[in-house]
């Protein structure tokens, strides 16, 4: 359920403000509108020290995301930032060689 799922704004006030101005940035309005109330499902278990990726949405069975589907790469100033969009919704983000995120302490 939606409400078992942290808002990616509550665990990483500060990537969700990088991440907004980077869509605004591309012209991506509708996406920058979107993540605000992006929810944390699930961290990447790659156990790769140098990504920080995670899932938005559960993953789709099936095909990785099918029709409907584009990547939309970002450019941060460090490391770099890549969603996968299903019909307009973020599903994956990926964070890569980036500093660590820093998680907001407890309520």
């Known amino acids: ?3 078992d799922h942290p808002l990616v ?3 990483f006030p500060e990537f969700v403000a990088e991440l907004i101005t980077l869509l605004e940035n591309e012209g991506e309005r509708e996406l920058a509108i979107r993540a ?3 929810r944390l499902v699930d961290e990447c278990r790659c156990d790769d020290g140098f990504c920080q990726s995670f899932l938005t949405e559960a993953r789709p069975r099936g ?3 099918g029709a409907g ?3 939309v790469p970002l450019m941060p100033s460090r490391g770099m930032l890549c969603l ?3 019909d307009g919704r973020i599903l994956y983000v990926e964070v890569l060689d980036r500093p ?3 998680r907001r ?3």
């Open 63 to 65: 095909q990785p995301y």
């Open 105 to 107: 302490a407890g309520p």
């Open 9 to 11: 704004r509550d665990v």
């Open 1 to 3: 359920m939606e409400q």
């Open 36 to 38: 605000w109330d992006l």
């Open 100 to 102: 660590p995120m820093q």
């Open 84 to 86: 996968d969009v299903v």
């Open 69 to 71: 589907h584009r990547c």
